[in-house]
């Protein structure tokens, strides 16, 4: 988490803020620019990369026999664990515990990323299971943490987090959650309240019920977005080229993986028609204005201090479908290519384009990808970082930046890379050495050292994913978006589509049961060699519909490779031995088995538990307590390997997990019987294990 985002501070009210908004963007653009001019030529050869996974904390309540959100646990579990952390800081393997946006949630992260070679791949479950069991052996008695999206209960009457009659929540202003559901750290309180003060009113969230599309679930308070849980994986690259290429061809599979990583199949306490969380989050942070959203009201006056006066039409909420490509042309073929892919109203901030362009570093792809950003307002300002030093800093730009959430996430390298490469290159230039960031060999004694020392590089982040009931399905969608990012950025592939097509993909792929029921567009030359690394735009007719499974599994009728038979290529062709290839081929296995219906999104899963539940009515979508008590229990244990996951898993083993155990095992003469019968397979053991570090193939990407 970003320390400027994440930074202690009283953030202005929005009257208060209103008129540093101008400033605030302006100072933003600026910084980008000064940044880009430092990192430009950095490169980063070597590969890392990481996941973040999000948990909600749930106690049990016997009053009313279900389950309900730990207020403010989320706060204190961060600081028990962090404390915890600190004391195995010795130890190789650990975590980092990091605030979410509900005051029950709480994120976690592996304490140090994951290499290039595939013997990281082979430890992304562990590392999952490591972060589980630590985090329940710090929950209290009654309380559980499944990994499930949403509490399906959330803003449902009755329960204690809801809000109270007579009583104002002046933060949100919810009729149904009160505000004690949102992280006391203030960004948190003022983004909520600062976005409903700039539409103007409450954010208005309508999602379509199972049984009747007109009959929509109503809420109205940011939780009911902002209160999911996801599963992100970010991944450095080389070069800025690279990350601009791996951004575009991830952004075309974005829709793909949320439809078959769906997990959202109930919100307040209804059955949803839609399978996924993202246009719920879409719409309870949307800040636009009525005019903004192109309602016209006549009563609405343009409002100066606002980023196009609140007026200047944007087709979409801050939390979308990425809306224009960002590679970088190398001629002017590619150029028209790019400009009839970008065939959508994206919208830019024209005062922040010129800036931008008139830079003669910055290409116009990324002139007009960095001013898309700024026709957002920023939403918080901090009252003592308002004026700074454009050249020094780049919290403005984060601020934009971070509040812009799209399925994908282009990164640039951190501030300490930048100016530890100004630093190198002012010092090469005083001395006449000709300059390469990365591999500097002049007489500079900290030039030998790795610029990755300094921060992470040029990155992208993945962000579309629903986070999955257990460390294997997690670690399963983890593994195979990396490797599908490192088999793109070695062979090329071409996926393009124009972004009308990718829009219309993303909108089929949170409807329900979209992984089975719906088709997508596809580029009918994603494979051709004759294409590999070049900006194309197809034509009509090399735009075909597939199935799910025809992408992820492939189709010899319709002469198309096919994701998994890909990666299965890749990873033949990086040479691994054969035990390697088939420890991974068990998690692939599990995304085509879901591409092809085998086996059914957790989703389906969850919602086929409820209609079969026996204190369930099948005329009716509301679901009950009971139900929603049973349910959330089941997939506690299953995560926890306590309970038959066979149904959504197949035949892949999910380790039952031992929360007495949840750091390195120590070589003790005294055993505990008990802790040595419950746990003789530690997680943390088979993390050390001998074929795993024997392992060692690299990920190659060329």
Known sequence: VNSAILRRGNPLTWSKAKPFLSAVRTSGVKQFIAHYNRV??????????????????????????????????GAQLLDELSKFESNLADLPYGCIWQPEYGSWMIETVPREPFNGYISSLLLTEKSMQLRRKRLHSHLLPNEIAPSITTFPLLGVKGLSHCALEGITNNISESSYLSDDVINPHPRFGALTQNIRMRRGRKVDINIPSESNSADSIHMDAMAF???????????????????????????????????LSAATPMLRG???????????????????TVAELGEHDANYLPDCEMVGGGIKRIHKSRYSSVSSY?????????????????????????SAFELLNSNPNIDETLASYIAHLFIRDPLVIFEDSIYLDDQAVLDHFENIQSTNWRTIRWKPPVLSVGLEAERRKSFNDRKRIPFNVFNDQSDDNSASTDINSFGPGWRVEFRPLEIQLTDF??????????????????MGYNFYLPMSNLEENFRRSQLKDAVISEKFYVNRLSYDSNRIGEIHCPDDQDIMEMSINEIINGSEDKNHLGVIPALKSYLNALGCNKKTIDQLHKYLSLISDRASGKLPTAANWMRNYVKSHHHHDINKDDVSFETIKDLLKLCNDIGLGRADASSLVGDA??????????????????????????????????????????TSTYMRAN
Not at 672 to 693: A, Q, R, W
């Open 40 to 73: 430009k030529d950095v490169q980063t050869p070597k590969f890392f990369w990481g996941d973040e996974l999000e948990y909600g904390i749930f106690s049990y309540n016997e009053s009313i026999n279900t389950y309900d959100l730990s207020i403010n646990r």
């Open 225 to 259: 977005g902002m209160g999911s849980c996801c599963l992100q994986v970010t991944m450095q690259c080389s070069t800025e080229n690279e990350s601009r290429y791996l951004h575009d061809q991830l952004a075309i599979f974005a829709p793909i993986f949320l439809a």
């Open 270 to 288: 209804k059955l949803a028609g839609t399978d996924t969380r993202w246009d719920a989050i879409s719409q309870s942070v949307d800040d636009r």
């Open 326 to 350: 960002l590679s970088k042309p190398s001629s002017k073929d590619e150029e028209v290519a790019m400009r009839r892919l970008n065939d959508i109203d994206a919208g830019i901030d024209s």
């Open 473 to 490: 399905e997690n670690a399963a969608y983890t593994i195979t978006i990396v490797l599908l990012a490192r088999s793109l950025l070695a």
């Open 653 to 694: 083993y999910i380790e039952k997990l031992c929360k007495e155990n949840c750091h390195e095992t120590y070589l003790n003469t005294k055993i505990d019987k008990k802790i040595e019968k419950e746990c003789k397979d530690s997680v943390d053991e088979t993390l050390m294990s001998d074929e795993i570090s024997r």
